[in-house]
T-cell receptor, first 120, second 113 residues
Framework: GAVVSQHPSWVICKSGTSVKIECRSL??????MFWYRQFPKQSLMLMAT?????????EQGVEKDKFLINHASLTLSTLTVTSAHPEDSSFYIC????????????????FGPGTRLTVL | AQSVTQPDIHITVSEGASLELRCNYS??????LFWYVQSPGQGLQLLLK??????LVQGIKGFEAEFKRSQSSFNLRKPSVHWSDAAEYFC???????????FGGGTRVLVKP
């Protein structure tokens, strides 16, 4: 089946630094990827929709200058947490929509394994 | 605005017993409905999905779910649980299978030997 990878799987950084998380679709093209955030023992909250070649669409309450999203190719989206602070510590999960199947009966998305960010 | 409610935060079930996880949703139209499972250290895995047709949907790992429009519910069931079913289960809704999803709060399932 289709695979979505995330890198790194975990990262620890100091407060004030920036961290980049990659989301890759390994065997399919994804014009659309989604970024979710999951706090410990809580549900997933959609942060933004990443569209290849255009600006991301952020959900209400998500700071676009804080969470920079770049979707420069059909297989890669990146989330950069800028000037990270301890409250940004969370589990970040991406999903990717299979471009070939979008809008059709087989339309689906695949989730990455997640990236755990800890900001000290 | 759309919302998904999973009333049970934790459920403990004995191995071999049946399991039912509840999910209620609020949506402007009939949405796509999903159940995902999240095991420690692993990504979300789709168990099953529903949009139209037969309201009883079969999924992977022996799970099934029933859509009840009148109750805005999409409950997940398994007749006999295995220890490997211990995980977090999320109900989700979306406009399309590949579109952004709204997740419920999750239900953590513990399986007793």
């Amino acid at each position: 089946g289709a695979v979505v990878s995330q890198h790194p799987s975990w990262v620890i950084c100091k407060s004030g630094t920036s961290v980049k998380i990659e989301c890759r679709s390994l065997d399919f093209q994804a014009t659309t990827m989604f970024w979710y955030r999951q706090f410990p023992k809580q549900s997933l909250m959609l942060m933004a929709t990443s569209n290849e070649g255009s600006k991301a669409t952020y959900e209400q309450g998500v700071e676009k200058d804080k969470f920079l999203i770049n979707h420069a190719s059909l297989t890669l989206s990146t989330l950069t947490v800028t000037s990270a602070h301890p409250e940004d510590s969370s589990f970040y999960i991406c999903s990717a929509r299979d471009h070939r199947l979008a809008g059709g009966p087989g339309d689906t998305q695949y989730f990455g394994p997640g990236t755990r960010l800890t900001v000290l | 605005a759309q919302s998904v409610t999973q009333p049970d935060i934790h459920i403990t079930v004995s191995e071999g017993a049946s399991l039912e996880l509840r999910c209620n949703y609020s949506y402007g139209a009939t949405p796509y409905l999903f159940w995902y499972v999240q095991s420690p250290g692993q990504g979300l895995q789709l168990l099953l999905k529903y949009f139209s047709g037969d309201t009883l949907v079969q999924g992977i790992k022996g799970f099934e779910a029933e859509f009840k429009r009148s109750q805005s519910s999409f409950n997940l069931r398994k007749p006999s649980v295995h220890w490997s079913d211990a995980a977090e289960y999320f109900c989700a809704v979306g406009l399309a299978a590949g579109n952004k999803l709204t997740f419920g709060g999750g239900t953590r399932v513990l399986v007793k030997p």
